[in-house]
């Protein structure tokens, strides 16, 4: 067999093997300690899991090292041995699998969230990441995988420094029943990102058993054309004669696997409860399954936020970029963004995107500022206040690499050119950090006058790009709207090079429209006209205001008038918005409601996650004569409920309430000291840990965060906590609940334990539970009072238990 990974998985479909950690607990494996190390301290257990996946007949064994990060290493004080580790395990694989099997260093999340919703900053987790693929790399690893990632901006930072190791790299990220991870990622928006960094494979693992991958996959398969690799657990976990157990057997597994080959899957394997002999019957159903051909080019763009995704070019309706985050001309946002505010920036993310925009320009060039971080500080200022995919908009490189930095999902770079300096400064960051390019049609002679020679370096920078391995797909190209007062035969050489591009490149195109009528009366008149004819055209994407009625008239009946309005839906609903009952359209426009009291604008400040203004905001209240409980109660607790409530609906993901619940926590910093004697007691104490054994505790230190700003006091006794520990805080702290959290399938049963033992001692504290491999049944079954769900129906759940409704 070939050692060469990508080669093979073109040529036939490859089977990876199942669960690690499900196979070392058959072999004896006791909860605790670091699994991670067995590689040294008993690499003869880890060589026998291998070697039974081997003899079910695995194509790719994954190494023991999904927690072999330096932040995961840190939990047991094994960082400094991090490389010897990672070699060691790469090595008892290879030992294994010899010359016969490709070896897979596995890699797993760092257990922290990266800035701003987590404290760990891109570029470490970057170095993070890179550290442990170049020892695995050095062990004999032949391709890297990486599994279970929940944020997409650490799959980000996991494939860039995996990529250093220059294996072929895998990745897979978790989704739950609604398709979203933890932080509200859909598998659209994951493939967009994951497929754009060049990696040879994605799909789904763990969380969900196999129909579950299998829609997580399929959803996938509609925005990439690389290969698809699905991961499932063998079903969801049951409590069964007091042990966990997953009841999807091999063959119920194996009779779905020619779906996920349909769904353009080509490589197979299985997480969570997977054994030898699911991998051997799913291996022998995959092997007989004729693989769908797929199309290696897209024939479209795509772009990605966190939570949402973005298509154009091809058969796709055109798009609408808003312009207006730009200080040119606009003193207020210029003399803020040097101020290091983003209030200014804020508002316009939000009102565009109300507006009807689809993508939204970022420019932050303000002269004698520093843009780098200024385009950092933008970027997490949008990335915050809406979900739609950014357009990086900046000539100087470094603030440029800055947003690349900052984004979260796959953005668009906005510019380069036929220029040399750009096509050697800024197409290699595109490439680096997976984005698309906005390529404008000049060179180093300038701007050519017509069609034919913007058409040239049109192709000149479509052919370099892919030199360097950027997609066609990836090159949204702009042929420029002069100024038609000043060249009166410029609209029509701007129409005809629009028209050879999409004829003899097939690439998108985009255009800043408002160029067109300026030095004329009645611009925006001009603009709407040249608007239609650039979408009939073939324009794919218009820059400009999507809070200009004449504008997003003209868009919008274009769209019906070519077709890209199935039924003239869009342009009907549009319509209807604007239309006061009984009224006529022409008098009425979409316009944002405006709160303007305080207590209204305080409870905005918290749904909005308004980190910036909050205190400030509580000063006012506090100088206009508001009592502080009445500030609290009246005006910050609803706003966080409003959260819940915008959570609970899919509108709102983890990072806003995140940072709704940081804005939060800055208003009670500043009321603090006004509460004095008037502070009233807690809605109650609660009790969180993470069960022995088990170091993961993202899920509960939300938990933790959204309880103390609801007004709860709450004791975290942190990770790897033993039930006794538990047992004893409880009776010393009267805890009216306790919340226990585990993610591994060795360490849940510990859950069962603690209850109990809380039962067997009388103590009458409320009990919920949680965690990636719960499950309301299991809840059930182990006596706990509540299943904890998601972070907000957990504290709607514990608001119940305190009060004595859900026990």
Same mark, same amino acid.
């Given at each position: 067999?070939?050692?060469?990974f ?23 494996l ?26 079910a ?25 991090l ?9 008892a ?16 999340p ?19 990441f890179?550290e ?9 690893a ?51 990102m994951?497929?754009a ?42 409590l ?9 057997t ?58 949402s ?6 058969a ?93 999902g ?105 160029n ?11 603009? @709407? =006209?040249?608007?239609?004819?650039? %979408? +009939? /055209?073939? $324009?794919?994407? #218009? &820059? *400009? ?9 003209a ?35 979409? @316009? =944002?409601?405006?709160?303007?009291? %305080? +207590? /209204?604008? $305080?409870?905005? #400040? &918290? *749904?909005?996650?308004?980190e ?18 009445k ?6 607790i ?14 709102y ?6 940072l ?9 910093g ?32 939300i ?38 959290s ?9 859950m ?5 033992l ?13 965690g ?10 182990i ?19 305190v ?5």
């Amino acid at each position: 067999m070939s050692r060469d990974f990508l080669s093979e998985l073109g040529r036939r479909p490859l089977v990876f093997d199942g669960a690690t950690g499900t196979m070392l607990q058959r072999f004896g494996l006791k909860p605790g300690g670091c699994p991670d190390e067995l590689s040294l301290k008993d690499p003869d257990l880890v060589k026998r899991v291998h070697k039974a996946y081997a003899s079910a007949e695995a194509d790719v064994l994954s190494t023991n090292t999904f927690g072999a990060n330096a932040e995961k290493l840190k939990e047991y004080g094994l960082e400094s041995r991090l490389r010897e580790i990672n070699v060691a395990a790469a090595r008892a694989a290879r030992e294994v699998a010899g010359g016969e099997r490709f070896v897979a260093g596995d890699i797993g999340p760092t257990g922290r969230f990266i800035e701003p919703v987590g404290d760990l900053d891109f570029d470490r987790a970057v170095a993070v990441f890179r550290e442990q693929a170049v020892a695995l790399k050095e062990g004999g690893a032949d391709l890297i995988i990486i599994e279970t990632m929940m944020d997409i901006k650490e799959m980000r930072a996991a494939i860039i420094g995996s990529r250093a190791s220059g294996l072929p790299v895998v990745a897979t990220m978790t989704f739950d029943e609604t398709m979203r991870t933890v932080l509200g990622t859909s598998p659209e928006a994951f493939a967009i990102m994951a497929s754009a960094l060049g990696v040879a494979a994605i799909g789904a693992n763990c969380s969900l058993g196999i129909e579950g991958i299998y829609n997580a996959v399929a959803a996938m398969s509609r925005v990439t054309s690389i290969p698809l690799i699905a991961q499932p657990n063998a079903g969801l976990p049951v409590l069964k004669d007091g042990a966990t157990v997953f009841p999807g057997t091999p063959g119920d597994m194996a009779a779905y696997v020619p779906k996920l080959v349909e769904a353009g899957v080509r490589a197979l394997g299985g997480c969570c409860g997977t054994t030898p002999e699911h991998i051997q019957e799913m291996g022998a159903a995959f092997r007989r399954s004729k693989p769908v051909s797929r199309s290696r080019s897209l024939g479209f763009t795509a772009l990605a936020s966190r939570t949402s995704h973005t298509l154009f070019g091809g058969a796709f309706t055109p798009i609408i970029v808003g312009e207006r985050i730009n200080p040119t001309g606009r003193k207020a946002l210029a003399l803020e963004i040097k101020e290091g505010k983003t209030a200014g920036i804020r508002n316009e993310t939000r009102t565009q995107a109300l507006a009807g925009a689809h993508c939204l320009d970022v420019n932050v060039g303000v002269p004698g500022m520093d843009e780098a971080p200024s385009m950092r500080r933008a970027v997490f200022a949008v990335n915050e206040n809406s979900s739609l995919p950014i357009v990086i908009d900046s000539s100087n490189p470094l603030a440029i690499e800055a947003g690349l930095k900052t984004v979260d999902g796959k953005p668009l770079i906005n510019s380069i050119s036929g220029e040399e300096k750009k096509l050697q400064t800024i197409m290699p960051l595109a490439k680096e950090y997976g984005a698309a390019l906005l390529a404008l049609t000049l060179d180093d002679k300038g701007i050519p006058e017509t069609a034919e020679e913007r058409f040239n370096v049109a192709e000149l920078i479509v052919n370099r790009a892919a030199a360097i391995g950027i997609k066609a797909e990836d090159i949204v190209i702009d042929c420029l709207a002069m100024t038609v007062s000043a060249a009166p035969k410029s609209a029509l050489e701007t129409l005809k090079a629009i028209r050879m591009v999409k004829e003899r490149l097939g690439v998108s195109t985009i255009l800043g429209v408002s160029n067109i009528s300026f030095g004329l009366p009645g611009r925006e008149v001009i603009n @709407a =006209a040249f608007l239609t004819m650039a %979408i +009939e /055209a073939g $324009l794919d994407a #218009a &820059i *400009i205001n999507p809070m200009n009625k004449a504008m997003m008239d003209a868009y919008h009946a274009s769209c019906v008038l070519i077709n890209r309005d199935a039924r003239a839906e869009r342009y009907i609903k549009r319509y209807q918005a604007m239309t006061p009952v009984g009224g006529d359209a022409s008098k009425a426009a979409p @316009a =944002a409601s405006v709160e303007t009291g %305080i +207590e /209204a604008r $305080l409870r905005k #400040a &918290i *749904i909005e996650g308004d980190e910036e203004n909050i205190v400030n905001l509580v000063e006012e209240a506090l100088g206009g004569g508001y009592d502080p409980m009445k500030i609290s109660n009246d005006c910050l607790i609803p706003g966080l409920e409003e959260v819940g409530r915008l959570f609970s609906s899919n509108r709102y993901y983890l990072p806003q309430v995140m940072l709704s619940a940081d804005t939060m926590k800055r208003a009670f910093g500043r009321l603090k000291g006004e509460f004095k004697d008037k502070k009233g007691k807690p809605l109650g104490k609660v009790l969180l840990a993470t069960v022995e054994g088990d170091i993961h505790d993202i899920g509960k230190n939300i938990v933790a965060t959204l309880l103390e700003n609801h007004g709860f006091e709450v004791i975290d006794l942190g990770k790897n906590v033993s039930a006794e520990r538990i047992i004893e805080e409880a009776v010393k702290q009267k805890v009216d609940v306790v919340g226990l959290s585990a993610l591994m399938t060795t360490t849940v049963m510990e859950m069962d334990k603690i209850i109990k033992l809380l039962k067997e001692r009388g103590i009458k504290a409320a009990t919920i539970v949680g965690g990636a491999v719960v499950t309301p049944e299991f809840s059930k079954n182990i006596g706990a009072d509540e299943f904890g769900g998601d972070a907000m129906a957990a504290i709607d759940k514990i608001k119940r238990l305190v009060k004595g409704e859900g026990v």
